[in-house]
């Protein structure tokens, strides 16, 4: 390793500088690799795509990707073994992708650890066969009967086949097959090097990579996130490393890397993993994502409890190389409590760790006069504009409301932002960052009183000039269908006694006034809380709690996570809302096809059932989307036949991703109790969810698991071995032609469990009701077990069907689909 | 060091992409929204030929306007705008160099590229990029272009637009843009506060949204006319750029009447289609002129928004 000797201050000449040390770098065409003898010998491999600032959101995922595409491709090579606790690289769903796009990806699975910065995706496998092992492969040719004419000789089928193969004809092998005896060719594949394999893959796994939104920038126009402007590509380690030679876009692998922007040597060139990360510490680059995760946490935290926050001591990019990590764990003081704490914000601080290299925190602070504003909009300054995490005074963490933008107390005049440099001794930085935040904070002050000038009541007219949509108009066409909507769940409310008169009042109130901060500057420059500044407004305008809270939390659930809102008015808003929304798109054809969905209509739908769920138990959602449907679709100018079916069927999917993502249950209880066997399957999402939850632990029984075999096997004679017209299914069970002893005993359990499970039915306990269908297993394994359903007596095989089909109705498809539920490997006893 | 004033600051951008081979170029002479609008971009970015150059744009941007009363928004701000036809590999080092020309010590201070999608419908024109950001300012919006009037773009051009009255009151320090030292004798204020203001009342307040529409619509059928007609002429003499400027002053007028709220619904959306239109058959037949053997319709059919 060479010294930093020659220190040189420029860019330029620091470039010029590292030229030498790259033409001498150890390694370079001298590398010892295993000869045929040592097939088994392995190598690490380093890959860096050394990129333009590739957007934070799009990293952690493209980080994945590269270590699952290596992987693959590694494994298609035969360069890994597939013993070494090889790991199949699981194709996900879209859905389930996106699901988990917040969390890191898992390293330690995989044999291709994967790192990233703003700046670089970066592969590193520890342990790679030098040579791919020879391989040995069959390959059936012609028949034997086409490859040799009468007399025995050779057909020009052999003869080609053989070339084909790079064989000769007496070399080649006959072996049985199903169709017969076949000519076939032993073929032997000699492993490549796997340098000259790398070379051939690696390009084509940074090629094939793919990125929600990608571009060109050069000539041979791959499309990749942003430029790609370097490649260090090396197979082994120190001396022993060479250079796996490839181009993409017009960049040639090499050895070299690069630093921090700033730091004082900006190119370096590595030997191997270790080297690499050393060189890239030292030029102020953390390559881990979960180190630089732990280093923001803990230096947020030294922040807070030092004695003078506002003076961040840090070394100089200067200064000597910069401590390692591992001081940075350094104790934090104790007895110093802070006096403020961070607003929590996961998602911000996985926006920090995605666009820095090398994270520092500074703390700076702005007037305290802007507290005045709401704790909401300060946060949404801070956070989505300028991407600074607020502080509060420290012991005001209470969970109380719904985020940390909508928790009750008030803020620090702090903020906490994040700089992808060493420091900011002399405060430079600190002092622009404030002076930005105060231009906002202005901003948002003057809009703040601006808006309030136009209270919300009279804006409702200006949504006449807001589009909705295209084909749905303006917002103020919306606001009038949702209106009727709302009126609708009021009055099925009403009737449940579940919402007084006064409250139907806010609730239409509410919905009156909504989407009238659509009108307000506040909106029109952090889009990002339309809804929440209504409610501010509202509130500030003097109306009632329950109207600005529901004006408020109209937009609630955002998704499965979220929380409902906080009242049964605001439910009833945010219903109508999203009935809306979805009826109207299914309407105008904006409804959701795979991956794609234009309008957020899955979204919507996943907060439509949680409402209706855990917000307004008991609601009948069925009926009421019927309805909506029909009241508001002759409204809409343009509408599309058949609409409601697909609403439907989309509705309850929804509700079935939500008793799978939500309530943890399996997929085929779901489909037990959402079955279209089942009358009203899903009309009450409340029940709906009961029920399923009451199966999924009576399933575990072994009565019912006999019971759910028998529903199968009874689904199955019904459908398959007969049919309704041919044994009367209309027809009462005749007790006189009930011969056998079982069959006498399963007619008795039926109708002993008729009425039981009548009054069952209109209660809610789902418990109770399983239990109760569990009882009927000994008569139905009897019948099974002694009874022939199919007897040749045409009257007792059509009593002994009718037997079963009321059987049927009366316990399979009653509370859910039995036959659905498929069998547990060991059941409980 | 001495802080530049915002005249200096200009000189200095313009003599440091000159030294990269850059034409300068002079303002252009009609309201735009931005230096994107410019002929020297938005054609020049069209179709094979290598192009280089530099510019300093007054654009207005009618909704912004505060009649001279907001610290930090203007009616009409100045942009230096830098297009390099096709990027070089080291942009980015060019670029910060270019901010160290201005009197920025990189060392100290924290820029960040953050991304930042640019998209233009009516011109028929989006990039990928980022907003450049100085400790937590943005100075820069930085796109590389992928499509201009509706056409992929091979080369790509890189866009780089300075805002400079924010650099300047950065540099400066001072609290507002109307205090920033336009030369050493005299203040942005001096030279333009009574501009912003009077552009303010008349877009606001004066101009009559009868009048725009008329204006728009005789803008619009005469750049339609002038399109029509483009067989009737030797492909050279076509004056192509006339028809462009027809439809920068209907995307003028189109703003006038946004800032006004004059615009409704749907109306709104079928505006930007028609200048779409004009934009997408403007750039079709400078592209087909320039490679009559690519086959390019050049009055074809143009889809709209």
């Excluded at chain 1, 759910?708 to 299914?729: C, H, M, Q, V, Y």
């Excluded at chain 1, 011969?739 to 009425?755: F, G, I, K, T």
């Excluded at chain 2, 001072?174 to 501009?195: A, C, F, K, N």
Aim: aromatic fraction near 6%; charge should be negative.
């Amino acid at each position: 390793m060479r010294d930093d000797s020659g220190k040189v201050e420029s860019r330029e000449a620091a470039v010029l500088a590292s030229i030498p040390e790259l033409l001498e770098a150890p390694g370079l065409g001298a590398a010892h690799f295993a000869g045929p003898g040592e097939s088994d010998a392995t190598l690490p491999v380093l890959l860096e795509i050394g990129c333009e600032e590739i957007p934070a959101r799009f990293l952690v995922d493209a980080e994945r990707q590269l270590g699952e595409r290596l992987e693959k491709a590694l494994v298609e090579a035969r360069l890994v073994r597939q013993e070494a606790g090889a790991v199949a690289v699981a194709a996900t769903e879209p859905g389930q992708r996106q699901r988990r796009a917040a969390k890191p990806p898992d390293k330690s699975r995989s044999r291709v650890k994967t790192f990233s910065t703003p700046r670089r995706l970066i592969a590193h496998v520890g342990s790679l066969l030098v040579k791919q092992p020879d391989q040995t492969e069959e390959v059936t040719g012609p028949p034997i009967k086409v490859a040799f004419d009468a007399e025995g000789k050779p057909t020009r089928a052999a003869e080609s086949f053989a070339s084909k193969n790079g064989v000769e004809v007496k070399d080649l092998l006959h072996v049985e097959t199903a169709k017969g005896l076949y000519l076939a060719a032993k073929k032997m594949t000699i492993g490549r090097a796997a340098v000259e394999v790398l070379a051939d893959l690696l390009p084509k796994v940074i090629a094939g990579m793919t990125f929600p939104k990608s571009m060109v920038w050069e000539e041979t126009g791959v499309r990749f996130v942003r430029p790609i402007r370097w490649i260090v590509a090396l197979l082994g380690e120190g001396d022993q490393s060479k250079i796996i030679p490839f181009e993409v876009a017009g960049v040639k692998s090499g050895n070299i890397t690069r630093s921090h922007r700033l730091a004082r040597k900006p190119q370096v060139a590595v030997t191997g993993f270790k080297d690499y990360t050393n060189k890239l510490r030292r030029g102020h680059v953390e390559i881990d994502p979960e180190r630089r995760r732990r280093r923001v946490r803990q230096q947020i935290q030294k922040l807070l409890a030092s004695d003078t926050p506002e003076l961040v001591s840090s070394l100089e990019p200067e200064a000597s190389p910069l401590a390692p990590y591992a001081d940075v764990s350094a104790p934090i003081p104790e007895n110093r409590a802070p006096v403020s704490n961070l607003v929590p914000d996961a998602d911000l601080e996985g926006w920090v760790v995605a666009s820095t290299e090398w994270p520092q925190p500074i703390l700076g602070s702005f007037e305290q006069r802007f507290l005045e504003l709401p704790r909401e909009i300060l946060i949404t300054v801070m956070r989505d504009h300028q991407k600074y995490f607020a502080l509060e005074p420290a012991g005001s963490d209470g969970e109380s409301g719904a985020g940390p933008e909508s928790r009750d107390g008030g803020l620090m005049p702090s903020f906490v932002t994040m700089l992808n440099v060493p420091g900011d001794p002399q405060g430079i930085i600190r002092r622009g960052h404030e002076r930005v935040l105060t231009a906002r904070l202005e901003d948002a002050g003057f809009f703040w009183h601006a808006d309030q000038k136009i209270p919300l009541p009279d804006r409702v007219a200006l949504l006449e000039r807001v589009t909705y949509h295209d084909k749905l108009g303006s917002y103020a066409d919306k606001i009038r269908r949702t209106r009727s909507i709302a009126e609708f769940i009021c009055a099925e409310l009403e009737s449940e006694n579940q919402l007084n008169p006064g409250q139907k009042g806010h609730a239409l109130r509410a919905v009156e006034l909504c989407k009238c901060d659509l009108t307000t500057q506040m909106v029109q420059e952090f889009t990002e809380i339309q809804g929440i500044v209504g409610g501010l407004y509202a509130k500030a305008q003097g109306e009632p709690d329950e109207v600005w809270q529901a004006i408020y939390d109209h937009y609630k659930p955002v998704n499965l996570d979220d929380r409902c809102p906080r009242s049964v008015v605001g439910a009833v808003v945010s219903l109508a809302d999203k009935l809306d929304a979805v009826i109207g798109g299914f309407s105008v054809g904006l409804e959701p096809t795979g991956s794609s969905d234009p309008f957020g209509l899955r979204r919507a739908g996943n907060g439509i059932v949680k409402i209706a769920t855990e917000a307004l138990p008991g609601l009948d959602l069925y009926n009421l989307a019927s309805r909506a449907h029909q009241e508001i679709e002759p409204i809409l100018s343009s509408r599309v036949a058949g609409g409601w079916k697909q609403i439907e069927s989309f509705l309850s999917e929804r509700l079935a991703f939500y008793l799978e993502a939500v309530a943890g249950l399996k997929y085929d209880t779901i489909r037990a109790v959402l079955s279209p066997e089942v009358s009203h399957s899903w009309n009450v999402p409340s029940r709906v969810l009961e029920r399923a939850k009451a199966l999924e632990a009576a399933r575990k029984s072994a009565d019912f698991q006999a019971l759910a075999a028998a529903a199968k096997r009874t689904r199955n004679i019904l459908t398959k071995s007969a049919k309704p017209e041919d044994f009367g299914a209309r027809m009462p069970v005749s007790a006189e032609l009930l011969r056998s002893q079982e069959e006498r005993e399963l007619y008795s359990a039926s109708e002993a469990a008729r009425a039981e499970l009548a009054v069952l039915e209109s209660g809610s306990d789902c418990k109770a009701a399983f239990h109760r269908l569990a009882k009927l297993r000994p008569a139905v394994d009897q019948f099974f077990d002694k009874v022939m359903v199919m007897d040749p007596d045409l009257a007792l095989r059509a009593n002994r069907l009718r037997l079963l089909s009321d059987l049927d109705t009366l316990a399979f498809r009653r509370f859910a689909d039995l036959s659905e539920l498929e069998a547990a490997v060991a059941p409980d006893s | 060091m001495h802080t530049l004033n915002f005249q200096d600051m200009m000189a200095a951008l313009s003599r440091f992409w000159a030294n990269q081979g850059c034409v300068i170029a002079l303002p252009y002479d009609l309201e735009v929204g931005a230096g994107t609008m410019c002929p020297e971009t938005f054609l020049r970015v069209l179709g094979p030929d290598p192009w280089k150059v530099a510019y300093p744009q007054p654009s207005r941007r009618p909704a912004d306007g505060r009649y001279g009363e907001n610290p930090n928004r203007l009616l009409k701000h100045t942009q230096m705008q830098v297009i390099l036809k096709p990027p070089p590999a080291d942009i980015q080092d060019l670029y910060l160099r270019s901010l160290a020309e201005l009197g920025i010590r990189l060392r100290d201070h924290d820029i960040r590229f953050e991304e930042d999608n640019w998209e233009a419908p009516t011109l028929g024109a989006w990039g990928t990029g980022w907003q450049v950001m100085l400790d937590g300012l943005e100075i820069t919006q930085f796109t590389y272009f992928q499509q201009c009037g509706g056409l992929d773009l091979d080369p790509v051009s890189a866009e780089i637009t300075y805002g400079l009255e924010r650099i300047a009151a950065f540099l400066q320090d001072v609290p507002s843009v109307y205090d920033i030292r336009w030369s050493d004798q005299h203040t942005y204020g001096e030279i333009r506060l009574q501009e912003e203001l009077e552009l303010s009342v008349y877009d606001f307040e004066a101009a009559s949204p009868e009048v725009c529409r008329t204006l728009l619509d005789t803008y619009e059928g005469e750049c339609l006319r002038l399109l029509g007609s483009y067989r009737d002429f030797s492909a050279r003499r076509f004056p192509l750029r006339k028809a462009y400027e027809l439809c920068l002053k209907c995307s003028h007028l189109f703003n006038i009447l946004d800032a006004r709220g004059a615009i409704s619904v749907t109306e709104r959306v079928a505006l930007i289609a028609r200048i779409r239109r004009m934009a997408v058959g403007v750039a079709r037949i400078y592209v087909s002129r320039m490679q009559p053997a690519e086959g390019l319709e050049p009055v074809g059919e143009v889809q709209p928004a």
